[in-house]
Nanobody, 115 residues
């Protein structure tokens, strides 16, 4: 059974940084693209980054240059370093495969950017 557990969220001031981590169980992690997603109140869930098994990354314009996704295939973890955070980055952040698998959504971790 695959489980994805996110951690590292919290309250941060605008301009601050946070690092999110996702621990994955199961061998599926190593063969697949992994993504970070977020969902703000009243909005659709959106992709914020994905990374291939070989380390190639992709970001939407809204976070490019501020967010960095990375993975450790030996530890089955994927991380998201978020810098220069803005209030509009406030959301629940999730990790999943890319493209996502409905059954793998976890609880997410709340990120709140506010002064």
């Amino acid at each position: 059974q695959v489980q994805l557990v996110e951690s590292g969220g919290g309250l941060v001031q605008p301009g601050g940084s946070l690092r999110l981590s996702c621990a994955a169980s199961g061998s599926i992690f190593r063969r697949n693209l992994m993504g970070w997603y977020r969902q703000a109140p009243g909005k659709e869930r959106e992709l914020v980054a994905f990374i291939s098994s070989g380390g190639n990354t992709n970001y939407p314009e809204s976070v490019k240059g501020r967010f960095t996704i990375s993975r450790d295939n030996a530890k089955n973890t994927v991380s998201l370093q978020m810098n220069s955070l803005k209030p509009e980055d406030t959301a629940v952040y999730y990790c999943n495969l890319y493209p996502p698998v409905r059954e793998y959504w976890g609880q997410g971790t709340q990120v709140t950017v506010s002064s």
